[in-house]
């Protein structure tokens, strides 16, 4: 079995200011591509898959993860 270990990687920040990657929001971890979609609107998601739909330009924490195995 893994374990994913996630740990923050900066401060937090703007959205907009979000390097690419993953992010927490709120306890969740979401994802940020480097792509934009036909609107210019960057493309971000929540863990579930969903479009991450939150107004303002929110405050995030960048996050790193580390995978590890483990016994069961």
């Known amino acids: ?9 900066g401060w ?3 959205l907009s200011d979000c390097p ?3 992010f ?3 306890g969740n971890l979401c994802f940020k591509t480097k792509y934009r979609n036909l609107d210019g609107n960057e493309q971000v998601y929540f863990d579930s898959g969903e479009t991450f739909c939150v107004p303002n330009n929110p405050m995030v924490q960048p996050v790193n993860y580390e995978t590890r195995e483990i016994e069961t």
């Open 12 to 14: 937090m920040c703007k």
């Open 24 to 26: 927490m929001y709120e």
């Open 1 to 9: 079995m893994k374990e994913i270990i996630v740990t923050p990687d």
């Open 20 to 22: 690419p990657g993953f």
